[in-house]
């Protein structure tokens, strides 16, 4: 899967180089390629943004920048993702979906935003990871790639996919470890008593009452 990321801050993504998605990119399953939009300034002094037309604080992305940055990556296929608050908001549901496109262009917004013409005539979907405000959209980028790579055949194995929170709308049973006991706290016994219909029952009843108690939101979807 190839992911094309159109910002003005590619340092940012960095952090994508660690643990489960830096060997995803190490074994090529995914391929992250950062495009700094200010590279397509045609300004002597690599100006992107400009003051808004009507007036307002800060400042406004230009819109030809923006789309020399996109058709620098653009294929037939390709879908484009404009991080903003005013998207849709992001759910498992929209990650398996995503997880099925060959190659997705992320459009990264920062100060105010990014003029309006060429969000209309280059975007196909605008996604929000969530109702809060944010400098800037490479974090909910990131947190995109992460979630959609999992979903990338050989990233993770398909028993973690297939079994997880969210999939079914019921949250995650508890987990245990070494040591035995803890503080005092015994791990419970029927996850040492090597009955595995017991344990998936009990499994099962856990991950209705942690979702009962903590996402009882979950249950009416
Ligand atoms: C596009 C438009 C995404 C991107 C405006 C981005 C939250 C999310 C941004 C803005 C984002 C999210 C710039 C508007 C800062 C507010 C970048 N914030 N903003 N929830 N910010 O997914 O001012």
């Known amino acids: 899967m ?17 643990s489960i998605i830096g060997r995803a ?19 002597k002094h690599k100006n992107v943004d400009d003051t808004p037309y009507g007036g307002g604080a800060g400042m406004v992305i230009r819109p030809d920048v923006v789309y020399e940055a996109f058709q620098s990556v653009k ?15 992001l759910d498992q549901k929209k990650v398996v979906e995503l997880s099925k496109e060959k190659h997705l262009i992320l459009l990264c917004g920062h100060y ?14 605008e996604i929000s990871i969530g109702d809060y405000v944010l400098t800037g959209g490479e ?25 997880e929170s969210f999939s079914n709308n019921l949250l995650e049973y508890p987990q245990y470890t070494r040591p035995e006991v803890f503080n005092g706290v015994k791990v419970p016994d029927v996850l ?29 979807k």
């Open 25 to 43: 990119i190490e074994k090529d399953l995914i391929n992250i390629n950062l495009v700094n939009i200010r590279d397509f300034s045609k300004d």
């Open 2 to 18: 190839k992911f094309d990321v159109l910002t003005l801050f590619p340092e940012m993504f960095d952090t994508l180089n660690q």
């Open 139 to 163: 974090l909910p980028a990131m947190v995109l790639i992460d979630s959609v790579s999992r979903y990338v055949e050989g990233v993770i194995s398909e028993d973690s996919t297939s079994e």
């Open 192 to 220: 040492i008593s090597g009955h595995h219909e017991n344990i998936r029952k009990w499994r099962e009843e856990k991950s209705l009452e942690f979702t009962k108690s903590k996402r009882p939101d979950l249950l009416k």
């Open 112 to 125: 105010e935003g990014i003029d309006q013409r060429v969000l209309d005539e280059i975007v196909d979907e």
């Open 75 to 89: 294929t037939e296929g390709a879908k484009v993702i404009y991080m903003s608050p005013q998207g849709k908001v």
